[in-house]
């Protein structure tokens, strides 16, 4: 007979990375759908100028590859973690620039959609996600990188930004 302490665990244990890489992606995208449905009551402009569509479809082209880069990076890090042999670097593809390109990607789509929708709203709505995701996400992720990578990973966040 299964116990219920057992059936409340976690599928991934406390210390697990993997529990993580889901939730940007849903803090995103929950916020993304609930400032959507609040502009369509509620239609607030953040300017009325032409120029936000622009910036917007560039938004909108550069984050997914830069999402796309990143995790092309991370899945060559993850083999090369496997070989005691090489260095353990983690300067490599957009992580050189930020420690986190993938969640950057993820602020930098919704921001893309509130600027083609011109939305007051689903700004505001990017502005919460992405900070939710730095307290709630980064911040424990960060913990758990530290203390899986040591010293090696205090050099890397001495060197790179967290965002930019």
Do not use: C
């Amino acid at each position: 007979m299964e116990n219920p302490s057992e059936k409340n665990k976690s599928a991934y244990p406390e210390d697990s990375l993997l529990g993580l890489t889901v939730y940007s992606p849903v803090v995103h995208l929950f916020v993304f759908l609930i400032s959507f449905l609040l502009n369509i009551k509620f239609p607030i402009q953040i300017a009325k100028n032409e120029m936000l569509l622009p910036v917007g479809l560039f938004l909108l082209f550069l984050s997914p590859v830069l999402i796309i880069w990143a995790q092309k990076s991370i899945a060559k890090f993850r083999i090369n973690e496997k070989d005691p042999s090489t260095a353990r670097t983690f300067r490599f593809g957009p992580y050189r620039f930020s420690r986190n390109p993938t969640y950057l990607g993820l602020a930098l789509l919704t921001l893309g959609f509130s600027l083609v929708m011109n939305s007051l709203l689903m700004l505001l709505g990017t502005i919460i996600a992405f900070h939710i995701v730095s307290i709630f996400i980064v911040r424990r992720e960060e913990a758990l990188l530290h203390k899986k990578y040591g010293d090696d990973y205090v050099k890397y966040k001495e060197n790179v930004h967290t965002w930019l």
